[in-house]
């Protein structure tokens, strides 16, 4: 192998593992470790790394083969060029000619592996209850896209990912610091299950006729491109309900903070009931999709600790 396939292998990594994506995954671990900290007054900053290495590990590992499996079933071959967007055709290192389908599919053993291996390693060092949260995990991350369940072709991709990054990965970071589960971090995880959901749920329109095509049968083929906007705003409503809900349970009116978001929501809504099928105005709405999850996943992470300042 030549110094330029060694840059070309390099590059086309760092493509399927998409770094800036990961904050998909770091925001529940941001948020179950501020409710840990609050819990406990104190902090393992060894084991949170340690848990995130191994969510990142497996978020590769997941991109990878889906890539792998998207590319044969045509579903990113088959995105045409007016439909190309950031927000579509999965990470493009097969159609870029970065990765060879066998690379990814081996930069998708290496890094699952991995992610086990540390997954092993807390659990046996740490709470062995963790075990279950991570063979969870690992189970969503091979089976979203590989045979016999292929979640996101049957339609069941939004709640794996919903599921994925609200409780599991909110919950079982709490787990790893406190040994224990408590309601409210199980409260806390579902708003950003929803919005987690909603972030794929809005980025599946650029690839609707794609999908289509390839027969990758999730929710806003199966419903319609303007049926599934009704589907976006409800999972909107439910993320705030949520907090509300956690606003009551806990007594702590900080939670509503996260509240500050509902603008943004409203207009993304707008827009996609507008521009369902109209891409390029749609992106609109993918972005802001996006910073809701952000802010909300700030705010809440506020939210958790501004009771530390009043005790």
């Known amino acids: 192998m030549n110094i330029s396939d060694l840059k070309r292998l390099w590059k086309g990594f760092w493509q399927i593992a998409d770094p800036k994506i990961w904050i998909a995954s770091t925001i529940p671990m941001a948020v179950g470790g501020a409710l840990a900290f609050t819990t406990l007054g104190s902090f393992s900053w060894p084991w949170f790394l340690i848990g995130a290495a191994a969510i990142y590990l497996l978020e590769i590992g997941k991109n990878a083969i889906n890539e792998y499996i998207d590319y044969l079933s045509g579903v990113d ?24 389908l066998k690379e990814n599919l081996v930069i998708g053993i290496i890094t699952t592996g991995s992610g086990c291996l540390l ?15 991570g063979l969870a995990g690992v189970f969503f991350a091979l ?6 369940f292929k979640f ?26 406190t040994h ?25 329109y650029p690839d609707y006729e794609a999908d289509l095509k ?26 705030y309900i949520s907090l509300l809900v956690l606003c009551i349970f806990t007594l702590n009116l900080f939670w509503l903070l996260p509240l500050v978001s509902l603008p943004l929501a409203l207009r993304a809504v707008i827009v996609a009931r507008r521009h369902f099928n109209d891409i390029p105005r749609l992106i ?18 506020t939210a958790a600790l501004l009771p530390l300042l009043f005790h």
């Open 77 to 100: 071959r088959f995105v045409s060029p007016d439909k190309r967007t950031p927000f579509s055709g999965g990470k493009k290192t097969i159609i870029d000619g970065k990765l060879s």
């Open 119 to 133: 997954g092993f390693y807390v659990v046996l060092a740490r709470d062995f209850n963790v075990f279950w949260f």
């Open 143 to 148: 089976f979203y896209s590989l045979p016999p």
């Open 152 to 177: 996101a072709y049957r339609g069941l991709g939004e709640l794996v990912v919903g599921l994925t990054f609200g409780p599991l990965i909110t919950t079982g970071t709490y787990l790893v610091q």
């Open 180 to 204: 224990s589960i408590s309601p409210e971090v199980v409260i806390a995880s579902f708003p950003l299950g929803f919005i987690i959901a909603n972030v794929l749920w809005i980025n599946q």
């Open 214 to 239: 390839g027969g990758k049968m999730n929710g806003v083929v199966r419903l319609g491109k303007e049926r599934a906007v009704n589907v976006y705003a409800f999972l909107f409503g439910l993320a």
């Open 284 to 301: 609109e709405a993918n972005v802001k999709t996006i910073q809701i999850y952000q802010l909300t996943g700030l705010t809440m992470v």
